[in-house]
């Protein structure tokens, strides 16, 4: 009984914390730097308009010029963007 | 085009030239300017690099991007080579019109020349000085000596006076400034005798220096070149 408590919980805690992961492409000017990342964002940012919305700022913030998204999903992300996506991983 | 005078020949001349310069300076201008602003910038390669990665979603990989941006930079340097091209050309620009300018303006020298020698050749004599002396009854055109008796340096001078003033005399007119009567007591004989003395003697004179010479203890021969000469 406790067992199915503990799991129900954190369930819905995980329900209502749901996340979703976004890949976008991005620049820097003089010199050109390019990077590729992923990001992740809450629920309520996951339509794309939102997203691209949030991207933007959030890159911004760091210097960097949103160039596209590639997509918004709310599986988790593959290995293979992972990889590629390398120290740009969640990093914004 | 109908050419009716020199000057006028001179004037379409010198209008011809011009508008050439003008045409030459102006295309050149505009190629120059049309060169500096089409010469690709330093951001052109970057710009390329960016469609190609933003166009591309598979080119995700980190190694690619580094590739990518390698590209970019060695476009970049590129361009800086370029800018030094495009003053190169622009020096280069600058001569070729200095040079066209140049050239076409020594060409209508060379027709205005042309045009020139052709009149003095079928004119035959051109006078390019005059100059009378009357003390020792010397004329001297074109540096060439003709001696002439006093009365007929007497009317040469009096002729080129009334020429310097721009008037025309008539024979009495030309006796009374002689003689220094008036032209009413003058005969109009008198004067035309005064020219004709005049021309024999100095066209006489004339055609030996030019045309007739005398080769002393020699002879006597056409002061003409062979090749001009034609029999009908």
């Given at each position: 009984?406790?067992?199915?408590?503990?799991?129900?919980?954190?369930?819905?805690?995980?329900?209502?914390?749901?996340?979703?992961?976004?890949?976008?492409k991005a620049k820097q000017d003089d010199?050109?730097?390019?990077?590729?990342?992923?990001?992740?964002?809450?629920?309520?940012?996951?339509?794309?308009?939102e997203a691209q919305k949030v991207v933007t700022q959030r890159l911004l913030l760091q210097g960097w010029t949103l160039l596209n998204l590639l997509s918004v999903s709310a599986s988790n992300p593959t290995p293979q963007q992972k990889a590629n996506a390398g120290e740009n991983f969640l990093r914004y | 085009m109908k050419i009716s005078?020199?000057?006028?020949?001179?004037?379409?001349?010198?209008?011809i030239i011009f508008?050439?310069?003008?045409?030459?300076?102006?295309?050149?201008?505009?190629?120059?300017?049309?060169?500096?602003?089409?010469?690709?910038?330093?951001?052109?390669?970057?710009?390329?690099?960016?469609?190609?990665?933003?166009?591309?979603?598979?080119?995700t990989s980190q190694n690619e991007i580094n590739l990518l941006e390698i590209l970019a930079q060695s476009g970049t340097a590129f361009s800086d080579t370029l800018a030094s091209y495009r003053m190169v050309i622009f020096v280069l620009m600058l001569m070729a019109?200095?040079?066209?300018?140049?050239?076409?303006?020594?060409?209508?020298?060379?027709?205005?020349l042309n045009r020139r020698m052709a009149k003095i050749e079928s004119s035959g004599i051109q006078v390019s000085s005059l100059l009378i002396s009357r003390?020792?009854?010397?004329?001297?055109?074109?540096?060439?000596?003709?001696?002439?008796?006093?009365?007929?340096?007497?009317?040469?001078?009096?002729?080129?006076?009334?020429?310097?003033?721009?008037?025309?005399?008539?024979?009495?007119?030309?006796?009374a400034m002689i003689v220094g009567k008036s032209t009413a007591d003058c005969d109009e004989a008198a004067g035309a005798t005064r020219i004709k003395r005049l021309r024999d003697s100095l066209g006489n004179q004339m055609v030996s220096a030019l045309l007739i010479k005398?080769?002393?203890?020699?002879?006597?021969?056409?002061?003409?070149?062979?090749d001009v000469i034609e029999m009908i």
């Open positions: 009984m406790r067992y199915i408590i503990i799991i129900s919980a954190t369930f819905l805690a995980t329900a209502v914390q749901a996340f979703c992961f976004v890949d976008y010199p050109l730097k390019l990077h590729y990342g992923v990001m992740e964002l809450t629920d309520q940012q996951c339509s794309f308009e | 005078s020199a000057t006028e020949t001179r004037k379409t001349t010198r209008l508008g050439g310069l003008v045409v030459i300076i102006g295309i050149l201008t505009v190629t120059g300017a049309w060169l500096l602003w089409t010469l690709p910038d330093a951001n052109a390669f970057n710009v390329r690099v960016e469609q190609i990665f933003v166009r591309n979603d598979a080119l019109t200095a040079l066209l300018v140049a050239a076409l303006a020594f060409l209508g020298m060379l027709l205005l003390d020792e009854n010397l004329v001297i055109l074109n540096n060439m000596e003709f001696q002439l008796t006093p009365a007929a340096i007497e009317t040469f001078s009096v002729l080129a006076e009334a020429r310097m003033d721009g008037d025309v005399l008539s024979g009495a007119e030309l006796e005398n080769i002393a203890r020699r002879g006597y021969v056409l002061a003409i070149d062979k």
